[in-house]
């Protein structure tokens, strides 16, 4: 993929409060993926694209209307369609087990929806693969077969055991109760990567219960099956 | 005012991941008074107390449903009656000039509405007084007699000069479009207060483009004036 900065749309739209951001990409509805936006406002130019049930959540709060969306235009995005999103980057958004916004949850919650409401990114430039998929309830046979040959993975790597966060008396949810699959275990993420043929696999959506983050047993488990561990600021060049 | 620290109403309350935070008491329903309680998800328990059309704008918004309502109790407060806010510390919110938020604005904007929509707060444990009032479009008399004598005033500093966003080519928007009443000039906050007996004058809400952040002729003149420039982390003892 091209190391070039980001082309903006527009050379007006760099003023004096402005940001490099052209587009959002929205491949959740659940807070961490969207209460960013809004210090994104006001009057600032960029596309903000999601799918049908992901721009629902947005139109069904009011307060997300402090975006102009004369300068932020909503862009529908249809699973499995290929859209450009910058110059010479295309993007598709498919389907990935997960479940509804916490805010959205009624009294049952089913974890391993497949549909709209969480998705991963395909991005390409015609020649390099990267997948962004930031959470992801379990490994399908259909993932893996996508999955296969990319350049790199940003996955899921919110727990490392299904249980931790009860564990360290953070609460009463597993990780599968919130729509994550673990790293460790035979039916976790390092595990189901193992046989995969993906150049570059890197955790990103780190919790911090994850003892991952730190020098230790599991740090060198996830490193020795190829994994590298996300951190702020950081680039990628394919 | 007792300078103690907060005390907390429920000992369990502090765990791992808790706050000291006890109660919110909202002032605005906009995005810089209501977004924030985005990060306090998720299981904190605090109180949550605002007037009935301030609650009404984060009814309208699902997402402020991840504030679990079972901890997070939506108190509705009645513009001045006086409420218990912390053991000793009683509240009382009033109206003061203002507008409804940004992302609730109409074709046509009334910016000195008096109301429930913007309100400032009087704290007092029965002996000194304190007020918070970090949005205002103009002083008047109602609010004058009631500051005066007052041992502390936080005051809404958003602009120096109506129009210094203009001016520096960040946006179309003058202070009073936003609701807001400049530092400086006849009409301004530091004339407004001039002749009231208030003990600590301190300006709040203070907005980027305001030159009374840096040392120079404005900064000046307010400190000359009587009135100190707030920043993050300042604590008051009265």
Redesign the interface.
Known sequence: MASSPLQPRDPERF???DTPIGAVLLTNGD?DH??GL??L???QRFRLMATSEILS?LD???????LDRELVPREQVRLDERIQLLDGIHATLFAVPGKVP???EGDTVETDLVGEQTVGVELSDGQNTLFYIPGCAAMTPELRDRMNGAQAVMFDGTLWTDDEMVQ????QKTGKRMGHMSMSGADGSIAAFAELGVGRKIFVHINNTNPVWTDGPERDEAEEAGWEIAYDGMELTL
Chains 1, 2 share one sequence.
């Open positions: 003023g004096l409060r807070i969207i209460a809004l210090t406002r006001e009057k959540v069904a709060n009011p307060i997300f209307e402090a916490l805010f959205l360290q008396g953070l609460g």
